[in-house]
Structure formats: structure tokens, C-alpha cells
T-cell receptor, first 115, second 106 residues
Framework: DAGITQSPRHKVTETGTPVTLRCHQT?????MYWYRQDPGHGLRLIHYSYGVKDTDKGEVSDGYSVSRSKTEDFLLTLESATSSQTSVYFC??????????????FGPGTRLTVL | KNEVEQSPQNLTAQEGEFITINCSYS?????LHWLQQHPGGGIVSLFMLSSGKKKHGRLIATINIQEKHSSLHITASHPRDSAVYIC????????FGTGTSLTVIP
């Protein structure tokens, strides 16, 4: 267990409402990631962070913003939720495994439904 | 085209069968990961390898760097092995395959 939690675990919301998902880590890792997982697409990177206040876009960043004000928390915000953002969202952290190679550890996921 | 391709997409096996899932990648990577995801569950790392072979219980992962290919083998498969298996490569970023959905029938 790599010490990653996500909240909420499940959320149902309406189109047009803002939504914020939280990822919290206790590992003090520098890199944190937000992915979405959809059938037929696998995991796709939304945004990532390489340090406090340092973030960058992934391949599916439109409609999402992130913030990282402290090492342990990485927030994902849907400014105005749309039905196409119905998905399972995974947070991940990158740690250093054996021989210096990087390993990703995943949070439990958040299932978001936008009606 | 996805940088990481897995085959097959879906696989059904009888309990006890030997199972192979394949992964090919087209980008430079420093390590190859095999992940497991049970229905409705989180994602767990099974293996991370950069060369050769690794074994953990009934699971074996191999990688051929020259051919840019990796395989995940499950010996004596069991219904509890039913899950989605995801191949991922670590390069400048993480590249994920779309997963192989395995169902093992008792």
C-alpha cells in the first residue's frame, strides 16, 4: 500500500456543475498524476505535477484544471462538468523502485457520473 | 496508433490453463510494467522489469528489449486471476496499453 487516497470515491453530479477530486499521498513523492480510464481507451493522462505549484498538461486536459499547493495533495477540478467527463479517475504517484527505475502507484479511483 | 499495444483484448480460459498476454511497444522505454485491475477495483503493480524475466508465484513476466516485446504468463490459472491486465512502459512519460480482460472459468 503506497499511501494514496482519493476522495470522493463515488460522485454523481449534474452537467454544468463544478467538481473537485482530491488525491492525497503520505509518501512525499514529487510526481503526481491524474488519469481517466474509459472502455476502449485505457488510462489517459489528464494533468501531472512535478512539484508544488508545478503542473503540466497531459493528452486529455481540456475541461480540467489542477492545483498543487502542498506536496501531499493534488486536486483535479472539472470547471463545468459534461457527460463526456463521466469516467473513472485515478491518481498516481511516481516513486523510485529498485535500481533507480521509476514505479507508479495508483490510488483506489473515483467513479464520477455526470448526468 | 497507440505506443503500447496488447493482445489479445479479451481472453477466456478454463481453470488450470497456461495463459499468455502479449505487449509490444514502439517507443523507447526504461522499464516495462504489468498492472492488474480487478473488476471495480484499483490498479496494482505486478511487475516492473527492464530486462530478462521475473517470477512471482504463478506469474512470470519476460521482456525482449531488441524486439520491444513483453509477455505475461500465468501458470495453472485460477478464477481469482480474472482481471484486466495492463502493460505500461516508462519513458519520458508512462505509456499504457488498453488492457487485456481475462476471465478464468472454473
Amino acid at each position: 500500500d503506497a499511501g494514496i487516497t482519493q476522495s470522493p470515491r463515488h460522485k454523481v453530479t449534474e452537467t454544468g456543475t463544478p467538481v473537485t477530486l482530491r488525491c492525497h499521498q503520505t509518501e512525499n513523492h514529487r510526481y503526481m498524476y491524474w488519469y481517466r480510464q474509459d472502455p476502449g481507451h485505457g488510462l489517459r493522462l489528464i494533468h501531472y505535477s512535478y512539484g508544488v505549484k508545478d503542473t503540466d498538461k497531459g493528452e486529455v486536459s481540456d475541461g480540467y484544471s489542477v492545483s498543487r499547493s502542498k506536496t501531499e495533495d493534488f486536486l483535479l477540478t472539472l470547471e463545468s462538468a459534461t457527460s463526456s467527463q463521466t469516467s473513472v479517475y485515478f491518481c498516481a504517484i511516481r516513486g523510485t523502485g529498485l535500481a533507480g527505475t521509476n514505479e507508479q502507484f495508483f490510488g483506489p479511483g473515483t467513479r464520477l457520473t455526470v448526468l | 496508433k497507440n505506443e503500447v499495444e496488447q493482445s489479445p483484448q479479451n481472453l477466456t480460459a478454463q481453470e488450470g490453463e497456461f495463459i499468455t498476454i502479449n505487449c509490444s511497444y514502439s517507443v523507447g522505454i526504461s522499464a516495462l510494467h504489468w498492472l492488474q485491475q480487478h473488476p471495480g477495483g484499483g490498479i496494482v503493480s505486478l511487475f516492473m522489469l527492464s530486462s530478462g524475466k521475473k517470477k512471482h508465484g504463478r506469474l512470470i513476466a519476460t521482456i525482449n528489449i531488441q524486439e520491444k516485446h513483453s509477455s505475461l504468463h500465468i501458470t495453472a490459472s485460477h478464477p481469482r486471476d480474472s482481471a484486466v491486465y495492463i502493460c505500461a512502459g516508462t519513458g519520458n512519460q508512462f505509456y499504457f496499453g488498453t488492457g487485456t480482460s481475462l476471465t478464468v472459468i472454473p
